[in-house]
């Protein structure tokens, strides 16, 4: 199975903030990287598919980059909508797995 | 609207089985895998099982192979997902989503609880 490891697991950071979240796979996965957006108590949401082809809807402060075995998402100027939890997910395998998650706090 | 409804969820004794269930509506489900996904409390995502359009091929983590079992009624709409020999380690919320490899749309989530 692919491994992907996710960093941080957590950060703080204050509105306005850049930040960027890393994902590295354990084997290149040709850019089949997806990440997710999750509330407290909900759903997950998508906000980019294809490592960096933005869902329809979501802001355009969200982008993502990467290629081979790393991949990042970066919030631009993080609103106060944006301190919860995010996630990799690789789909290069048809044994799909998903990253560790990375929680943004407030500082 | 698309939407994906989750239901069946409950409270089991380890060992037994529980059947979940997942209507869709609001897109055409014969074009579209479905997978499930799980997170038990205070966890990540952990993806469970894929079923392909016509449901001739399906995907399992490594955590369920043998245990549980996808399927789908094309007829109706609606995904299911056999769980058998449960655990307490299977307990979480379990969600249904829209599979496109990456997962487009997502229920709701049926939770599951495996408990003495």
């Known amino acids: 199975d692919i491994q992907m490891t996710q960093s941080p697991s957590s950060l703080s950071a204050s509105v306005g903030d850049r930040v960027t979240i890393t994902c590295r796979a354990s084997q290149g996965i040709t850019n089949s990287l997806a990440w997710y957006q999750q509330r407290p108590g909900k759903a997950p949401k998508l906000l980019v598919y294809g490592t960096s082809r933005l869902e329809s809807g979501v802001p355009s402060r969200f982008s993502g980059s990467g290629s081979g075995t790393d991949y990042t998402l970066t919030i631009s100027s993080l609103q106060p909508d944006d301190f919860v939890t995010y996630y990799c997910?690789?789909?290069?395998?048809?044994?799909?797995?998903f990253g560790g998650g990375t929680k943004v706090e407030i500082k | 609207e698309v939407q994906l409804l989750e239901s069946g969820g409950g409270l089991v004794q380890p060992g037994g089985s529980l059947r979940l269930s997942c209507a869709a509506s609001g897109f055409t489900f014969t074009n579209y895998a479905m997978s499930w996904v799980r997170q038990a409390p205070g966890k990540g995502l952990e993806w469970v099982s894929s079923?392909?359009?016509?449901?001739?091929?399906?995907y399992y983590a490594d955590s369920v192979k043998g245990r549980f079992t996808i399927s789908r009624d094309n007829s109706k709409n609606t995904l299911y997902l056999q769980m058998n020999s449960l655990r307490a380690e299977d307990t979480a919320v379990y969600y249904c989503a829209r599979d496109r490899f990456y997962m487009d749309v997502w229920g709701k989530g049926t939770t599951v609880t495996v408990s003495s």
């Open positions: 079923v392909i359009v016509g449901g001739g091929s399906t």
């Open positions: 997910q690789q789909y290069y395998s048809a044994l799909i797995t």
